[in-house]
C-alpha cells in the first residue's frame, strides 16, 4: 500500500529513531512496515490472528526483523504502563467497539511526552451524509462501528487527556471494485451499496 498518509508518517516518524512504537490495530501491517524502517522496534496488535500471519509473512519477505507480534483489544492493551514513544492507528479505529476506553489505554501505555498518530475516515458531521456514509461502511464491512466527526475525535482525545497538536484532513479516492473487494463483500451487499449510491441525496453526491 502507498499513499500519502503513509508518505507523512514516514516523515514525522524519521524524528523518532530510537523510539518503541505500537501499532494499533495494524491490519495488513503497512504503517508497521514503515515505522519499522525509521523506529527502534515495532509491536503490530491486532485483534485478528489471520491479518497478524500476514504482517508476519510480509516483515519476513521485507526481511524486517524489529517487528513483534501481539493480539488483542484495542480497549485493553496488554502493556506495562508508558511502553511507547509512538502509537500509531492507521484505519482502525472505526472498529473499536469503545473508542474512549481505548484512547485512555493509549494515554496509559505512552511515554509523556509520547505521540499518538490516528489516521482514519471522518464523518462529516452533517446527519444526512453521516447516516449515509455509516450504512455504506456496514454494508461493505460488517465489523464497522462508526466513523466519528472532528469534533467528536477532538472530545474523544481531550477526554482521555491527550492533547491535540495537530489535525490533518485528505480527500481519499477509492476505486470500487478494489475496495470492495479487499473485504471480500458479499455480492448482495454491493449490490445494496450501488442501489444505495444510486439513490443518494444531494447532501451526499455533491
Not at 85 to 105: M, P
Not at 187 to 203: D, G, M
Amino acid at each position: 500500500a502507498s499513499g500519502r498518509d503513509l508518505a507523512r508518517l514516514a516523515q514525522r516518524l524519521s524524528d523518532f529513531s530510537h523510539a518503541n512504537v505500537l501499532d494499533m490495530g495494524c491490519g495488513a501491517g503497512h504503517a508497521s512496515f514503515v515505522a519499522a524502517q525509521h523506529a527502534n522496534s515495532v509491536v503490530a496488535y491486532d485483534l485478528s490472528a489471520s491479518m497478524l500471519e500476514v504482517v508476519a509473512g510480509a516483515a519476513e519477505e521485507r526481511h524486517l526483523s524489529n517487528i513483534t507480534l501481539r493480539q488483542g483489544y484495542a480497549e485493553k492493551l496488554p502493556f506495562e504502563d508508558a511502553s511507547f514513544e509512538v502509537v500509531i492507528s492507521r484505519y482502525s479505529a472505526h472498529h473499536w467497539h469503545d473508542v474512549g476506553q481505548a484512547l485512555r489505554e493509549v494515554y496509559r501505555v505512552l511515554k509523556p511526552g509520547g505521540v499518538l498518530i490516528i489516521m482514519d475516515v471522518m464523518s462529516p458531521g452533517h446527519p444526512v451524509s453521516d447516516i449515509w456514509l455509516q450504512t455504506v461502511e456496514a454494508l461493505r464491512d460488517t465489523s464497522h462501528v462508526r466513523n466519528y466527526s472532528s469534533g467528536e475525535w477532538l472530545t474523544m482525545v481531550n477526554n482521555a487527556m491527550l492533547v491535540t497538536n495537530t489535525v490533518i484532513t485528505d480527500r481519499l479516492s477509492l476505486e470500487f471494485r478494489s475496495w470492495v473487494t479487499r473485504m471480500r463483500t458479499p455480492a448482495p451487499l454491493v449490490e445494496a451499496i450501488r442501489l444505495y449510491q444510486a439513490s443518494a441525496p444531494v447532501e451526499v453526491s455533491h
